[in-house]
């Protein structure tokens, strides 16, 4: 499914399940499917930074794509990010022909000026063909490219098949602001807006106008709950629920670690069968796996979903 013309809600970020050898699970990945659309999501982010895209072959990756694009009818978002164009050429288009609607593309680190980061994603649109849908992740922590306001007005400008930013800006809030701002004056057409940074300021991010959150947080069912009820003016609520979420997803955002408590909370819930990163890897140590725990009783006070 191609992606829609306004997309909103949540796009949650899978994590790709593997083996305790290391080859990827596809029965895990089934369930992952599955448990997404259960959840209500709006659409699936595929091999991102947390799904361990550097770690795979080119053929495990269109493999990916092609049996979740088999399963669910949602639309897909497959990242192909590559340190160059040749690369990120050839995945694309064969995750198109396997299912997918669009396709994520980060910066290069080593661009440095608003005239480079806009001149790189004016020749990734050349590589990879201007009809094919694209989203811009803006991702300073781990990219160290700052894009401003300025900057993302001028690829949406430069770029038609350009149609939605995620935004990892942090702190972000303002970007949020002046991006709507101009949309609302005219001199930005409308761009969707989902946040990542595992959803640590959504709650304050759709009050800024967000659409929705593209993170990969342990608990997505959470996220569309948190993002229909802000929707619908719900604010309360939905910092209510949020703020219960909140030491969870702190301890997940941890760099280096995050990926590693995603999973293994993901495993405690029966979804994957394992919480095995491929190498190379920064497994959880005891110490770690016991502060999970005790963060889940603590959220099952408030939300049964963390009975495990």
Same mark, same amino acid.
């Given at each position: 499914?191609?992606?829609?013309? !306004?997309?909103?809600? &949540?796009y949650? +970020?899978?994590?790709?399940?593997f083996?305790?050898?290391?080859?990827?699970?596809?029965?895990?990945?089934?369930?992952?499917?599955?448990?997404?659309? =259960?959840?209500?999501?709006?659409?699936?982010?595929? $091999?991102?930074?947390?799904?361990? @895209?550097?770690?795979?072959?080119?053929?495990?990756?269109?493999?990916?794509?092609?049996?979740?694009?088999?399963?669910?009818?949602?639309? #897909?978002?497959?990242?192909?990010?590559?340190?160059?164009?040749?690369?990120?050429?050839? $995945?694309?288009?064969? @995750?198109?022909?396997?299912?997918?609607?669009?396709?994520? +593309?980060?910066p290069?680190?080593?661009?440095?000026?608003? /005239?480079?980061?806009?001149?790189?994603?004016?020749?990734?649109?050349? @590589? #990879?063909?201007?009809?094919?849908?694209?989203? +811009?992740?803006?991702?300073?922590?781990?990219f160290?490219?700052?894009?401003?306001p300025?900057?993302?007005?001028? +690829?949406?400008?430069?770029?038609?098949?350009?149609?939605?930013?995620?935004?990892? /800006?942090?702190?972000?809030?303002?970007?949020?602001?002046?991006?709507?701002?101009?949309?609302?004056?005219?001199?930005?057409?409308?761009? =969707?807006?989902?946040?990542?940074?595992?959803?640590?300021?959504?709650?304050?991010?759709?009050?800024?106008?967000?659409?929705?959150?593209?993170?990969?947080?342990?608990?997505p /069912?959470?996220?569309?709950? &948190?993002?229909?009820?802000?929707?619908?003016?719900? *604010?309360?609520a939905?910092?209510? $629920?949020?703020?219960?979420?909140?030491?969870? #997803?702190?301890?997940?955002?941890?760099?280096?670690?995050?990926?590693?408590?995603?999973?293994?909370?993901?495993?405690?819930?029966?979804i994957?069968?394992?919480?095995?990163?491929? !190498?190379?890897?920064?497994?959880?140590?005891?110490? @770690? *796996?016991?502060?999970?725990?005790?963060?889940l009783?603590?959220?099952?006070?408030?939300?049964?979903? =963390?009975?495990?």
């Open positions: 499914m191609s992606l829609p013309a !306004t997309i909103r809600g &949540v949650v +970020i899978a994590p790709t399940p083996h305790a050898d290391g080859r990827v699970d596809d029965a895990s990945l089934d369930r992952l499917t599955d448990f997404f659309v =259960a959840a209500g999501v709006d659409g699936i982010t595929l $091999l991102g930074q947390l799904g361990e @895209a550097p770690k795979m072959t080119h053929a495990e990756a269109v493999a990916i794509v092609r049996r979740v694009a088999a399963r669910t009818r949602l639309p #897909i978002i497959v990242g192909v990010s590559a340190p160059g164009f040749a690369a990120m050429r050839e $995945l694309t288009h064969d @995750a198109l022909a396997a299912g997918a609607g669009g396709v994520m +593309i980060a290069l680190p080593s661009l440095r000026t608003d /005239d480079s980061i806009v001149g790189y994603y004016r020749q990734a649109v050349e @590589a #990879i063909g201007g009809d094919v849908p694209f989203v +811009i992740q803006d991702y300073p922590l781990t160290s490219v700052q894009m401003t300025a900057v993302i007005r001028r +690829i949406v400008a430069e770029n038609a098949s350009c149609v939605m930013l995620k935004h990892e /800006d942090w702190p972000g809030l303002e970007k949020i602001a002046q991006l709507r701002a101009w949309e609302r004056d005219g001199s930005l057409r409308h761009l =969707a807006i989902l946040t990542g940074n595992n959803a640590l300021f959504l709650d304050f991010e759709m009050e800024r106008g967000a659409d929705g959150a593209n993170t990969g947080y342990c608990f /069912d959470m996220l569309v709950d &948190v993002v229909r009820l802000a929707a619908g003016g719900e *604010r309360d939905a910092h209510d $629920l949020f703020d219960a979420h909140l030491p969870l #997803i702190r301890y997940e955002q941890q760099p280096g670690v995050g990926l590693a408590v995603r999973k293994y909370v993901l495993m405690r819930r029966g994957i069968a394992s919480d095995t990163l491929r !190498t190379p890897r920064a497994p959880l140590t005891v110490a @770690a *796996r016991a502060e999970v725990d005790y963060l009783a603590r959220l099952a006070r408030r939300d049964p979903r =963390a009975r495990l």
